[in-house]
Nanobody, 124 residues
Framework: QVQLAESGGGLVQTGGSLRLSCIAS????????MGWFRQAPGQEREFVAG????????LYADAGKGRFTVARENAKNTVDLQINNLKPEDTAVYYC?????????????????WGQGTQVQVTV
């Protein structure tokens, strides 16, 4: 079992920045891919960004390319998502999740453990 806890969400104006953090606990010794997802009201959960176990490979959704940066520090069991130039359409609950996949994947079905989420709200 892996437990995940996100933090760093909040209310921010358009054009602002946020740094979301996720800390993992439990069975964290096995290599795992970390992913960030988001879910806006009335919409399906969607992939935002992911990073491989050693951080050598990253994957971003088109909506986040150039604005989102994912990074991890395995010694601390943390993965961060830096979001710059926030837009109102970024408003959502953001979740981190782990996957035992060998490569970074964007499908929600590939991720086994999920955090409770942190709310990001971007005002006009």
């Amino acid at each position: 079992q892996v437990q995940l806890a996100e933090s760093g969400g909040g209310l921010v104006q358009t054009g602002g920045s946020l740094r979301l953090s996720c800390i993992a606990s439990g069975r964290t010794r096995s290599p795992y891919v970390m992913g960030w997802f988001r879910q806006a009201p009335g919409q399906e959960r969607e992939f935002v960004a992911g990073i491989s176990w050693r951080g050598r490979s990253t994957l971003y959704a088109d909506a986040g390319k150039g604005r989102f940066t994912v990074a991890r520090e395995n010694a601390k069991n943390t993965v961060d998502l830096q979001i710059n130039n926030l837009k109102p359409e970024d408003t959502a609950v953001y979740y981190c999740a782990t996957s035992a996949a060998l490569a970074v994947v964007s499908s929600t079905s590939a991720y086994s453990y999920w955090g409770q989420g942190t709310q990001v709200q971007v005002t006009v």
